[in-house]
């Protein structure tokens, strides 16, 4: 279990601080990768290609980490992102390890309002 814990760090730090989108997909994502998001095709060569502009490729964009759990084969990140021109979102990224390597992905990202109703944050 501490294998995954310390591979999707590095994975996470990887993708989302140093945007380096491609070195962490070859790092831990497996060829066999499924994707549950409805607009990115499945295999880690079309997650590098959607995602690569997005994070590489926008100097502005920042992915802030929050919280990272890890519990067997699955795996979750809770970050912020943010962009130039763009509102702050939270995004909850999840995936499943098989194998020692990544092999599905979930998201679930909200816009976080200009005008919440309470005073404690989303992260």
């Keep these: 279990m501490t294998g995954n814990r310390a591979a999707f760090e590095q994975f996470c730090d990887l993708f989302y601080t140093q945007k380096r989108v491609a070195d962490a997909f070859a790092y831990l ?18 997650a590098v ?39 702050d979102a939270a995004v909850a990224d999840i995936y499943r390890f098989d194998d020692g390597k ?13 005008n919440p109703a309470h005073d404690h944050p989303m992260f």
């Design 29 to 46: 994502v497996s060829d066999d990768y499924i994707q549950h998001n409805p607009t990115l095709a499945d295999g880690p060569a079309a």
């Design 49 to 87: 290609e959607a995602l690569t502009p997005k994070f590489g490729g926008n100097p502005d964009a920042r992915f802030e980490i929050q919280r990272i759990l890890v519990d067997g084969d699955l795996a979750m990140v809770h970050v912020r992102a943010s962009s130039t021109g763009r509102p």
């Design 102 to 114: 990544l092999v599905e992905h979930w998201d679930v990202l909200q816009a976080v309002p200009e």
